[in-house]
Nanobody, 121 residues
Framework: QVQLVESGGGLVQAGDSLRLSCAAS????????VGWFRQAPGKEREFVAR???????GYSDSVKGRFTSSRDNAKNTATLQMNSLKPEDTATYYC???????????????WGQGTQVTVSS
C-alpha cells in the first residue's frame, strides 16, 4: 500500500505559479511511477503529467512548457511546478502512483485525495 497526500493548491491569478507536492508513505516510493491528473467540475479526469521511476517525464499538450514534474525519492515526494497558470487550469489536482508510467488513470493503483487549484482571470 502507498498513501499519497497532495498539498499546495490555492487561489491564484492568471500568470501566477503554484507548486503542488505529493507526499508518499508506505511502500518504497522509488518503486512507483507517479502521474498527475486533474478534474474540473462537470468534466472527466484528465492526464496532466507523469514521471517514471527513472525520473523521465511526460506532459499533456495543454501544460507542456508550463508545468514541470519532478520527484525526490529520498524525501518520498513528487512535485508539480505550475507556471503561467491559466483560468482553464482550474481543477482538482490528483497525484497517483503505480508500477508503470502512463497517461491512463486506470494504470495507477494509488491516489491522493486531491488539492484544489483555482485560477482567476
Amino acid at each position: 500500500q502507498v498513501q499519497l497526500v497532495e498539498s499546495g493548491g490555492g487561489l491564484v491569478q492568471a500568470g501566477d505559479s503554484l507548486r503542488l507536492s505529493c507526499a508518499a508513505s508506505g511502500r518504497t516510493f522509488s518503486d512507483y511511477a507517479v502521474g498527475w491528473f486533474r478534474q474540473a467540475p462537470g468534466k472527466e479526469r484528465e492526464f496532466v503529467a507523469r514521471i517514471t521511476r527513472g525520473a523521465n517525464t511526460g506532459y499533456s499538450d495543454s501544460v507542456k512548457g508550463r508545468f514541470t514534474s519532478s520527484r525526490d525519492n529520498a524525501k518520498n515526494t513528487a512535485t508539480l511546478q505550475m507556471n503561467s497558470l491559466k483560468p482553464e487550469d482550474t481543477a482538482t489536482y490528483y497525484c497517483a502512483a503505480g508500477p508503470f508510467s502512463s497517461t491512463s488513470a486506470t494504470s495507477y493503483s494509488y491516489w491522493g485525495q486531491g488539492t484544489q487549484v483555482t485560477v482567476s482571470s
